[in-house]
């Protein structure tokens, strides 16, 4: 029986080395090690044999039974090593003058509006500014002059949260934490993203992003004001645009305005985004009310300050002509793609 191991041993390696596939190598697998192979054979001649010899055997033939498997486990190691091998071989070369063929993504229409507008105050010496959307009633009304049962919070339909915490309804939520932050002199603008519980129509979303800017200094006055709008206006849509101040009011302003631009949707003919006036509340503004400043820790003898919220959203319905401030957020990706290649 010995001799039949070493013989088959032999045979074994003779069959392994010629095995040059991984079905090749299955084949010598299983004609070996399977059921019907001459390994189960040996097996089941000890049967036959009796004591010692059986047990010295038995171990002999569990030895070439390890040895088998292992041989095959290391030829297909081997036989799969060689196969990447030609495979890189045979590669073609990385050619980097190839056109890609992706498919890029593009960047929100908001988000583009948003970068452009802070770009250009950014020249003007503006850092800008960031803050949370989550916010506490001090922040968004009581520092800005609305104290509790002021006629003035029913302007904005606030989202309340059960832990008292409100959905900021305007980026003006940040003044008094800016103003308190860097002290005067300051030129801050800080875009965010508003809430309002209200009903939604072409020019109204519940959702919208707005860009507040506020500039305190000695002696700044209305023309400082006048003179920052338009000019951010004339490089967004790089030519003049026709502007008209209006009175408008809000408790942390005084004076307040509203500042409108002729409607670029209809060129002022009138048409749903402008409520068929010719005109579109872009940017309400004002000169910082002394007790905001105050409430920010500003020395009203000394500083004045102009404030704006520019309706970011808005913005970019002119830039772009949407029609509908409902087309923002509808998740329409064959009209989000055409801001591709911007
Ligand atoms: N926060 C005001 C609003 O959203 C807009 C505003 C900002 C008005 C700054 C004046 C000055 O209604």
Redesign the pocket.
């Known amino acids: 029986m010995k001799e039949k191991i070493s013989a088959l041993r032999e045979n074994f390696r003779a069959r392994l080395s010629a095995a040059q596939t991984p079905e090749q190598l299955e084949e010598v697998r299983v004609s070996f090690l399977g059921k019907k192979g001459p390994v189960s054979d040996l097996m089941a001649e000890l049967r036959n044999v009796e004591g010692e010899q059986k047990a010295r055997l038995g171990q002999l033939i569990n030895e070439a039974k390890a040895e088998f498997a292992k041989a095959i486990t290391a030829a297909g190691e081997t036989l799969r090593q060689k196969a990447l091998e030609a495979q890189i071989a045979h590669a073609k070369p990385f050619n980097p003058t190839l056109p890609a063929h992706l498919n890029c993504g593009s960047f929100h229409p908001i988000t583009l509006i948003q970068r452009e507008v802070e770009s250009i105050f950014a020249s003007m010496g503006f850092t800008v500014e960031d803050y949370p959307e989550v916010v506490d009633d001090y922040h968004c009304f009581e520092a800005?002059n609305i104290p509790k049962h002021h006629p003035a919070r029913d302007?904005?339909d606030t989202y309340y949260l059960d832990n008292g915490q409100l959905l900021k309804?305007?980026?003006?939520a940040a003044?008094n934490h800016i103003m308190r932050k860097y002290g005067a002199p300051l030129r801050a603008i800080f875009p965010g993203r508003?809430f309002r519980n209200e009903a939604t129509d072409a020019c109204h979303e519940n959702t919208f992003f707005?860009m507040?800017?506020?500039m305190i200094d000695e002696d700044i006055s209305i023309s400082n004001l006048i003179y920052f709008m338009k000019k951010m206006l004339s490089e967004v849509f790089r030519r003049d645009i026709r502007v008209r101040l209006r009175p408008?009011f809000?408790p942390?302003?005084e004076p307040?305005?509203e500042l409108d631009i002729s409607c670029l949707i209809c060129g002022g003919d009138g048409c749903p985004s402008c409520k068929n006036s010719g005109w579109l509340e872009l940017?309400?503004?004002?000169m910082?009310h002394p007790n905001v400043l105050k409430a920010g820790g500003i020395d009203t003898d000394k500083y004045t300050g102009?404030?704006?919220?520019l309706?970011l959203t808005r913005l970019a319905m002119m830039k772009y002509g949407i029609g509908d401030i409902r087309d923002f957020n509808a998740g329409q990706l064959k009209s989000l793609s055409q801001f591709e290649s911007r």
């Open positions: 800005l302007m904005q309804t305007h980026t003006s003044q508003c707005q507040e800017g506020i408008g809000f942390f302003v307040g305005f940017c309400p503004c004002g910082i102009f404030a704006f919220g309706g």
